[in-house]
């Protein structure tokens, strides 16, 4: 490890009603530079957490080495927690056909799409969801056809055993500078193995995105540069209409922002006054209202310029049912620079 | 204030994943007996938060001493965080014509019902909520009749410096033994004033619920007492099926419980080794998934029996989307007795 910082204090983002605070979340924060050095924390950098679906990045690279043609709106939705949105759907659709696979192959388990539209169209048709809504099944699709690229067997592609699962675990280790046994192994909501490093780990993984050439020989740099590309051109996929990736991608030239579940948050950010910044936060309590707070007041403190837009994804002043003004949510950041 | 122990070590519900922590919830609680002290506290018990609508049971007490013979049915919708099913509607629907009211006069705002069965079947047939739908519309029910009943306007009856919000504010003191500045005021997601006092404030309140007789002199102890029996008896109009205070009320004797946003809890414990008692918390992030799990571990160290219908409400285990086990639920609450 370089440029450790330890433990200090937490941020908060508290939400306050008639200038009372009501409730309080604490968020650890780790920045790292192309360099793979910490510039900078907030609370726990060492905090060993789950990056989720912030992993699908790293998920997708077994695929991006082994079809280094592949659209890239195919390995956009491989890397995304999308929305179930029939444009969703057509993509998933296609890359999971190139592997001769079918929604039957699919291990992730079912849930109702989220983009509310989505939903609302099934209810109303009288459908009920399919694994393709699962916001994983373009990650699920990617790895039946890394799996068949490979060589490996597509039985079983979600267990721990599996050799892309193996690869996957070892990518992680690798970009995040941490030995493999700091690279914990539990279940994920789609059941593929859900890896748990330390924050500063998962900084350092956005920071390879953020700048592959500069620190990666080999296949890896233009994989990873790849993967770069497809979530930057197809923000809409990788998320959905009007959510946090979708919409700061859209906004903020050079950004890759991927969330997890339970409030985790990866950015490799290209284009900042410092060059290229992998940053990963988690909020503590996994309270995923307070995740757009933080990713702008991040944005702002390393220089990215917060337009009035941007601001609008994280408003200060909290509405009711009624549209009346009750509340403010207050953000701090305590950052520590190395 | 009698009995108070200050603060110290919060409660806490960890989730783990694969053995490893992934998010935490810090909780407070406090518990107060039918003498009005304070004899178990968790965390900060003179936490100043808002009980949102957990303050419900108070807020229907000018309704319960105007309308002593108002049916069982309509009081309980009075006192609830409704799903907006069916049976819920018709019962709010006869309480507000008894002041000659009608939804034009609802003050509440809109949102679709927190029943899903109910919202799909608005979106089935493609209507929109209406203000009768909104889960606080019971309560602006009542309080409409209440101005009526008392010969108050009903124009404003929302609003701050109305005389039933003054009395209800009067009334959030006086039960729970705090000075009126000390019950700060602020707006809530139904536009009627959310007020913020001290957690053994609300703990005080519930424990004049669970013995009203034991306390209280003059009319306010049988309206307490219609109201506990109104809760008790209608455990599905308070919340709805399925949810945390309608499946206790209806598992556990002598019980009136009520939730209220942002993770904030009452109970009233009429029987308990100890007698009479009333409990109140908070999760600190208003973390709601947390609540159940405090719920069943404050019953459970109160001495009333936790069947496993009971646990059930609060697994340890925690399952994803395919059915397969993730993780645990841990609850730590370092109770201290006074």
Redesign the interface.
């Known amino acids: 490890m370089t440029g450790q910082t330890g433990a200090g204090q937490a941020g908060q983002v508290i939400?306050t009603?008639?200038?009372?605070p009501?409730?309080?979340?604490?968020v650890h924060v780790a920045v790292v530079d192309a360099g793979r050095r910490q510039v900078a924390a907030c609370g726990d950098a060492d905090l060993?957490?789950?990056p989720r679906s912030s992993s699908k990045p790293v998920q997708a690279l077994p695929l991006a080495l082994a079809a280094p043609e592949l659209p890239g709106d195919e390995l956009a939705i491989a890397c995304a927690s999308h929305a179930g949105t029939p444009e969703h759907l057509a993509v998933v659709a296609r890359l999971l056909a190139r592997s001769g696979s079918t929604v039957e192959d699919l291990?992730?388990?079912?849930?109702p799409p989220f983009d509310p539209a989505a939903a609302?169209d099934l209810?109303?048709r009288g459908e009920q969801p399919t694994p393709l809504h699962?916001n994983c099944s373009g990650k699920h699709a990617g790895m039946l056809l890394a799996c068949v690229l490979n060589g490996w067997p597509r039985e079983g592609y979600t267990e721990q055993p599996h050799p892309l699962q193996l690869r996957i675990r070892e990518l992680h280790a690798d970009l995040g500078g941490v030995a493999m046994d700091d690279v914990?192994?539990?279940?994920?909501?789609?059941?593929v193995p859900?890896l748990?490093l330390p924050l500063h780990g998962m900084a350092r993984v956005f920071a390879r995105l953020a700048a592959p050439a500069e620190s990666l020989a080999g296949p890896l740099a233009p994989a990873l540069e790849r993967v770069f590309g497809a979530m930057t051109a197809h923000p809409l996929l990788i998320a959905g209409p009007g959510r946090l990736d979708t919409t700061l991608m859209s906004l903020v030239p050079g950004l890759a922002a991927k969330m997890g579940a339970?409030?985790f948050y990866g950015m490799a950010l290209r284009e900042t006054p410092r060059g290229p910044l992998g940053v990963a936060f988690k909020v503590?309590?996994?309270?995923e209202r307070a995740r757009p707070h933080v990713a702008l007041a991040m944005l702002e403190a390393l220089g990215v310029p917060v337009t009035a837009e941007l601001r609008a994804l994280a408003p200060n002043v909290q509405y009711?049912?009624?549209?009346?003004?009750?509340?403010t949510a207050e953000v701090e950041l305590p950052l520590r620079w190395a």
Chains 1, 2 share one sequence.
Request: aromatic share 6%; proline share 0%; glycine share 20%.
């Open positions: 939400f009603r008639g200038g009372v009501e409730s309080l979340h604490r060993v957490t789950f291990r992730c388990g079912t849930h609302a209810i109303r699962h914990h192994v539990g279940t994920d909501g789609c059941s859900a748990a339970e409030a503590q309590d996994g309270g009711n049912w009624a549209g009346r003004e009750v509340g």
